[in-house]
């Protein structure tokens, strides 16, 4: 049996830059029974919801700065990786069967979709700079997406548990022998690799034709930005260069006021 998470506090999460966020009694209730079927699971998906606050945190950042980000994360979300593969291989195999992880996949997506809802409607709710402002609009479409994939009778045409389950398996199952093996589920919980946003895209949690969106969105952003700081730095080396100025007099005033003058040079 995998080792079980430390003790986490089930009436919040941590997502920075927005700091705490507090759950209400359903969320906690509702946090609890999730901490209880697969607690290993939920700490990962906690831990991912910091790495992603960070990151956007983070903003633009070098790439150097942000890769730091996960290196500094990923050690631990491997080993609550570790214990989650553990606890779901109930026959004691080494291996996940194709009804094993059936039960994982059913406990990620179902935990994943919980924190990133709780995590999106507070973010949406909470007044950011430009960067999180020009996010929102995406926020609220993966948010709508999450809903349709998981409100009964709202799911989309050809998805389904059965569907979804064969494409996240066929994306694990590497050697195609019919058994998830520990290493590949790691890396796929493993966040910046390929394999992880494959898992995502399989499960439905991440939708291609959104991610592709964004991505389009951000790159206007960006070389938008970039336009500007050239236009900004055609217009400083045009204008012409200040003449410095030699040190002047002083004058005191009638009531003691002392007033300091500068003389141009030439006058």
Same mark, same amino acid.
Not at 18 to 33: C, F, H, N, T
Not at 123 to 152: C, F, I, N, S, Y
Not at 184 to 213: F, H, R, S, Y
């Given at each position: ?28 209730? +509702? ?15 906690? +831990? ?60 990620? /997506? ?60 066929? /994306? ?90 500068? /003389?141009?040079?030439?006058?």
């Amino acid at each position: 049996m995998g080792c079980h998470s430390s003790k986490q506090d089930s009436a919040e999460l941590v997502f920075p830059p927005w700091g705490v966020i507090r759950l209400d009694a359903w969320q906690r209730g +509702q946090l609890k029974e999730m901490e209880r079927a697969a607690p290993n699971l939920v700490a990962y998906h906690k +831990q991912t919801m910091q790495v992603t606050g960070e990151l956007m945190g983070a903003g633009c950042a070098a790439p150097m700065l942000l890769a730091g980000v996960l290196e500094a994360h990923n050690p631990k979300l491997r080993a609550l990786a570790r214990a989650s593969f553990e606890v779901h291989d109930t026959s004691r195999t080494g291996t996940l069967s194709r009804a094993e992880s059936r039960t994982f996949f059913d406990d990620y /997506v179902r935990i994943a979709v919980f924190i990133n809802m709780a995590v999106t409607h507070h973010v949406l709710a909470t007044d950011g700079g430009p960067a999180l402002e020009a996010l929102k609009p995406m926020m609220r479409e993966q948010l709508q997406l999450l809903h349709q994939r998981t409100a009964p009778g709202h799911r989309p045409e050809g998805f389904d548990g059965k569907s979804r389950d064969e494409a996240a398996f066929g /994306v694990l199952d590497k050697n195609g022998n019919g058994q998830l093996v520990e290493e590949e589920v790691v890396e796929a919980l493993t966040p910046g690799t390929p394999q992880q946003n494959q898992l995502m895209l399989a499960l439905g949690i991440k939708d291609a034709a959104l991610l592709k969106k964004t991505i389009e969105e951000l790159h206007e952003q960006i070389v938008a930005q970039a336009i500007e700081l050239e236009q900004l730095e055609n217009v400083k080396r045009e204008l012409a260069p200040i003449p410095p100025r030699s040190p002047g007099g002083t004058m005191t005033l009638a009531d003691g006021t002392v007033i300091h003058s500068s /003389v141009a040079p030439g006058v």
